[in-house]
């Protein structure tokens, strides 16, 4: 059963246009969201996160939305970039679930010049 | 202040052999996970470990797997007996201190094990 969902697997845009990217969850008890982004054969970095009592969080390009009556929350990067291709990961947490995360299965971003 | 520190980067094994697999957390950091990345898939919560406790192992599977964080050293995620389904990329994270709400992971960069 998979609590972190982000059912779009690849997304390909223009360079300096938006990119928009999902995830829903199902664990309503989840309380802090984060953005990973994973190069090939490198760790996942952070990128953003956002706790449940906001709706947004910005950072430069980056922007969070969290809507939780939806259980759905979205990272927008604008203008994207080339060097914004990469697979991006949604994770969750829940203070009661202890310190562990809980990872969507990734989206690839393709940005083309 | 170094990040978090895996190796060896590249691991193959033969099947029936132990692979194991080495993580140092950042520097004051005593929370350590690991992850299991499978091809095409995202990243699965194994272990998560506190120095010499094993706090939560609700992702390990019940035979051959094993992971300790010791008073002194890395992390350690041992896999026995590997078999092919094994072959996966180990993600290692280590956060703060007890008792702070953990609002971000630091990664390492990965081990990839390959069984032959």
Redo the contacts between chains.
Sequence with gaps: DQQVK?NSPSLSVQEGRISILNCDYTNSMFD?F?W?KKYP??????LI?ISSIKDKNEDGRFTVFLNKSAKHLSLHIVPSQPGDSAVY?CAA?D?NY?????????TRLSVLP | NAGVMQNPRHLVRRRGQEARLRCSPMKGHSHVYWYRQLPEEGLKFMVYLQKENIIDESGMPKERFSAEFPKEGPSILRIQQVVRGDSAAYFCASSREPGQRNTEAFFGQGTRLTVV
Excluded: H, K, W
């Design positions: 982000q802090y984060l990973y054969a490198e760790g996942p970095t952070f996160s990961f947490s203070d202890g310190q562990n995360f809980v990872f969507g299965p990734g």
